[in-house]
């Protein structure tokens, strides 16, 4: 499948609305972003204008709402908005705030949604990263019982299913068969509250913001004479009324499930936070803000483990970039202790080797008699070697010199390697090379694995 290509909107586009927690006015603006930028927030009205990037590492509470923070400036109920960005499969854009938070609108994704349509969705040059779910991945809160399950799949798939306990609400479930639904199916389910949340939230002064058109209140405890007056003088109403539904005055449901919906759209928003668009089945049993975000965590170290541990593919049927001679030019060693057979890619700042593993190495006489396996040790001096082609390159005449290991850290041998195993090395600057000094990132592969890696260091001396 041809991997397709990153997206940003094609201008800036405005909303202004109320702040659901501060009861403020909010202006957000979204602005089109280069490749590779991902979701960020601005906030213009701090010094410096500071940005926090959409990242679950920076969560610090999930109790109203996914509320991110980063060097103190924080950013509250994020959910919705990265939600219409995921829906619209949107990669990359700035959102300029100014205010702590976004504004509430209707509860739901649906005004971003038609503000980013407004401004225009367009293609850009770069490639889009996808994580492809190829195992059962879960995260569970014991204390809750809520749990997120993610499984292999075709298509980005979300289903939740939601239970509350209530006569009021009682069990509801709701499905995104593909991310082109989202805008008819799920961006405009609104978010809802509970009489009992809503008392106490309103007690401390949390939700200045709020009012009956931007939040589904459902009424599940008898309503007593004082909490109706409570309810009046907030919602700044005459008169209040509990429909046969069993919500608050007069909001129409959009659909009979659209608590479990709007779970669904705070699913998607939350797990943009994993920084990757996603292609596998989410299944979210009783999810909240919490599960949602400690799910996104997982995902994103799981992603980074992959990166990290992924095996880059080089056709060793191409001819190579330099072959044994052209090495032996390069390097000072020898056989039996030249432990690399071809170059295939050298640039500036990384070097590519290669090394045939045969039963016929000297080593595997005595390492180990009946059980062959190249020592760990030589797998490093192999790295360090193709190494020194990198750092040799740099000088005009590479035979004149010897390279000479000075350090070696963070060594880790992952598999065994064995006769006739291929062994592929990449060697990556960590610094720019000085005074013939070669700081570097090592890693061997084989089989389509990471067997060994290692941070060198070597420095190339001239011959006496």
């Known amino acids: 499948m041809e991997p397709q290509k990153q997206r940003t909107i094609g201008k800036e586009v405005s909303l202004t609305g109320v702040g659901l927690h501060t ?106 990263e996808e994580y492809i779910v190829k195992d059962v991945i879960s995260y569970k809160d014991e204390a809750t019982g809520s749990e997120i399950t993610i499984i292999p799949s075709d298509t980005y798939m979300v289903t939740t299913m939601v239970d509350f306990g209530t006569k009021v609400l009682g069990t509801q479930n709701a499905t995104l068969e593909k991310l082109s639904d989202f805008k008819s199916e799920i961006a405009d389910a609104r978010t809802f509250s509970f009489l009992h949340e809503l008392e106490a939230l309103l007690e401390h002064g949390l939700i200045k913001g709020g009012d009956l058109n931007n939040a589904i209140v459902y009424v599940d405890k008898e309503i007593s004479e004082a909490t109706m007056k409570k309810l009046q003088k907030a919602f700044n109403k005459e008169k209040l009324s509990v429909k046969p539904n069993g919500i608050l005055d007069n909001l129409t449901l959009h659909q009979p499930n659209e608590a479990a919906r709007h779970k669904l759209l705070d699913v998607v928003g939350d797990l943009a936070l994993a920084g990757t668009r996603i292609r596998g089945k989410v299944i979210a049993n009783k999810p909240g803000h919490y599960v949602n975000t400690q799910f996104a965590k997982k995902i994103a170290k799981i992603i980074k483990l992959e990166k990290r541990n992924k095996v880059p593919s080089y056709d060793l049927n191409l001819p190579p970039l330099m072959d044994i001679h052209q090495i032996m030019d390069m390097l000072p060693h020898r056989p039996p202790f030249l432990l690399i057979d071809r170059i295939l890619e050298l640039s500036d700042t990384h070097v590519v ?60 041998f992952k598999q065994k390697v064995l006769p006739g195993d291929t062994l592929v090395f990449h060697c990556s600057l960590i610094t720019p090379i000085r005074r013939g000094i070669c700081h570097m990132q090592a890693y061997a592969y084989a089989n389509n694995k990471l067997v060994c890696e290692a941070e060198l260091m070597a420095q190339i001396a001239k011959k006496k």
């Open 23 to 128: 009861g403020e006015n909010v202006t957000i603006k979204f602005i089109p972003a280069a490749e590779n930028h991902g979701y960020a927030f601005k906030r213009v009205d701090l010094e410096g204008e500071p940005i926090i990037e959409a990242d679950a590492n920076y969560v610090v509470n999930t109790q109203r709402g996914t509320n991110l923070e980063k060097h103190g400036v924080k950013i509250q109920t994020s959910e919705h908005v990265l939600a219409a960005f995921v829906g619209l499969e949107i990669d990359n854009v700035l959102v300029e705030l100014n205010a702590p938070e976004p504004p509430i609108m209707d509860g739901s994704s649906k005004f971003f949604v038609e503000a980013l349509e407004k401004a225009g969705i367009v293609e850009q040059e770069a490639p889009r």
């Open 353 to 412: 080797g290669m090394k045939n593993v045969t039963m016929n190495e000297p080593f595997f006489v005595g390492h180990f008699p009946g059980a062959p396996v190249m020592p760990g040790v030589l797998q490093v001096e192999a790295m360090a070697q193709t190494g020194g082609i990198l750092v040799l390159s740099t000088v005009p005449d590479p035979e004149n010199y010897l390279t000479f290991f000075m350090k070696m850290d963070n060594v880790k």
